[in-house]
């Protein structure tokens, strides 16, 4: 079992930034791929970036491309999302995962353990 736990979300006016991050503990050596996720009211929960853990490599939604940049400490067992040049389409429940990779990073279904999402709004 994994457990993921997300912080740093909040409410932001549109241009700012926020830095979430997401503390993994239990059989973190299972998981080679974090990612975060977010979820609109009335939307599908769908891709933002994610990383390989240990490796390090990177992956991003085009919507996150240029804004976002994630990020781990492999010592503190830490997944960040920084995310600058806030939107207001970037408002969503956030949401890390973790999973052992080997597929489309971007599939949900991929990943096989969730937290539980910390809220992020972005004011116009």
């Known amino acids: 079992q994994v457990q993921l736990v997300e912080s740093g979300g909040g409410l932001v006016q549109a241009g700012g930034s926020l830095r979430l991050s997401c503390a993994a503990s239990g059989r973190t050596a299972s998981s080679s791929l974090m990612g975060w996720f977010r979820q609109a009211p009335g939307k599908e929960r769908e891709f933002v970036a994610a990383i390989t853990w240990p490796g390090g490599v990177t992956y991003y939604a085009d919507s996150a491309k240029g804004r976002f940049t994630i990020s781990r400490d492999n010592a503190e067992n830490t997944v960040y999302l920084q995310m600058n040049s806030l939107k207001p389409e970037d408002t969503a429940v956030y949401y890390c995962?973790?999973?052992?990779?080997?597929?489309?990073?971007?599939?949900?279904?991929?990943?096989?353990?969730w937290g539980q999402g910390t809220q992020v709004t972005v004011s116009s």
């Open positions: 995962a973790a999973g052992k990779g080997g597929g489309y990073v971007f599939r949900p279904a991929l990943y096989t353990y």
